[in-house]
T-cell receptor, first 113, second 113 residues
Framework: DAGVIQSPRHEVTEMGQEVTLRCKPI?????LFWYRQTMMRGLELLIYFNNNVPIDDSGMPEDRFSAKMPNASFSTLKIQPSEPRDSAVYFC???????????FGSGTRLTVV | QQQVKQSPQSLIVQKGGISIINCAYE??????FPWYQQFPGKGPALLIA?????SEKKEGRFTISFNKSAKQFSLHIMDSQPGDSATYFC????????????FGGGTRLMVKP
């Protein structure tokens, strides 16, 4: 398996622009998580899905953030409009109900200027 | 999210020495305690994990020690090598909620040659 695949690896955008981050989980995994990592706040859970359904989005910072999972093999995290304070590394991770650890993607480094 | 407190924030160890990272949790319902290793530019990767039915688990040079009564667990890296230099995260979860992990703040380990 190729693991969890995220794209793009790097994104530089101007304040106010829309940003879409993409994730392909491991086939067969029924849970998908979006995390944000910053030096100040560490790893923060933004939202997670089970069987493509959003379960907990309490970590989403504000209405500018939205996430979707239209099918078992694809999820997006969208920021509209983006702000400089959104600059961070965004990780997607997946796992399955039977347990075990998460498998993280390599992340998307977002810079909003 | 329930807190998981990790210490120290950074650690410098000489090659061949023992690296020790500690974590404390609050939620007595937690029953899964993994450690993740993250190299620069990569996502966290599962290193080793323990469940509370045992007090210690060893995999190669990496050992988790678990103290259920104190609600603490630690990672020991024996014979530390420069290649072990990375950021380490402890985490905890219950068997519910899709094994949703709560992460510690991370420890940046540097092993000097």
């Amino acid at each position: 398996d190729a693991g969890v695949i995220q794209s793009p690896r790097h994104e530089v955008t101007e304040m106010g622009q829309e940003v879409t981050l993409r994730c392909k989980p491991i086939s067969g995994h029924d849970y998908l998580f979006w995390y944000r990592q910053t030096m100040m706040r560490g790893l923060e859970l933004l939202i997670y899905f089970n069987n493509n359904v959003p379960i907990d989005d309490s970590g989403m910072p504000e209405d500018r953030f939205s996430a979707k999972m239209p099918n078992a093999s694809f999820s997006t995290l969208k920021i509209q409009p983006s702000e400089p304070r959104d600059s961070a590394v965004y990780f997607c991770a997946s796992t399955y109900t039977a347990g075990g650890g998460y498998t993280f993607g390599s992340g998307t480094r977002l810079t909003v200027v | 999210q329930q807190q998981v407190k990790q210490s120290p924030q950074s650690l410098i160890v000489q090659k061949g020495g023992i690296s020790i990272i500690n974590c404390a949790y609050e939620n007595t319902a937690f029953d899964y305690f993994p450690w993740y290793q993250q190299f620069p530019g990569k996502g966290p990767a599962l290193l080793i994990a323990i469940r509370p039915d045992v007090s210690e688990k060893k995999e190669g040079r990496f050992t988790i020690s678990f103290n259920k009564s104190a609600k603490q667990f630690s990672l020991h890296i024996m014979d530390s090598q420069p290649g072990d230099s990375a950021t380490y995260f402890c985490a905890s979860s219950t068997g519910n909620a899709g094994n949703m992990l709560t992460f510690g703040g991370g420890t940046r380990l540097m092993v000097k040659p």
